[in-house]
């Protein structure tokens, strides 16, 4: 059984920051990639960032290069991303994503957690 939680969402003002985390648990070894998803309201899931464990290699939407930052640490196997520079346009809910190593890392994901909010006013 795989588990996903997220944590750290909450409101934030244009301009600042915010890290959220994501703990799995279970059969974490079939993992390859973890991944960070969102969802805005009234619009579909869209990929923001994802990491390849144990590599480190790093995938970023446009919308977010340079602001955003995924990391891991492999002890804790959580996966954190840091949003830094925040605007409104990125109020939604934020999803935790893993998947095994078949594909790109930017989809296929069969792993989800829950999602947190993020709310980032003007």
């Known amino acids: 059984q795989v588990q996903l939680v997220e944590s750290g969402g909450g409101l934030v003002q244009a301009g600042g920051s915010l890290r959220l985390s994501c703990a799995a648990s279970?059969?974490?070894?079939?993992?390859?990639?973890m991944g960070w998803f969102r969802q805005a309201p009234g619009k579909e899931r869209e990929f923001v960032t994802a990491?390849?464990?144990?590599?480190?290699?790093?995938y970023y939407a446009d919308s977010v290069k340079g602001r955003f930052t995924i990391s891991e640490d492999n002890a804790k196997n959580t996966v954190y991303l840091q949003m830094s520079s925040l605007k409104p346009e990125d109020t939604a809910d934020y999803y935790c994503a893993a998947k095994p190593g078949y594909g790109t890392g930017r989809a296929g994901y069969i792993y989800w957690g829950q999602g947190t909010q993020v709310t980032v006013s003007s």
């Open positions: 990491i390849s464990l144990g590599i480190g290699s790093t």
């Open positions: 279970g059969r974490t070894s079939a993992f390859y990639y």
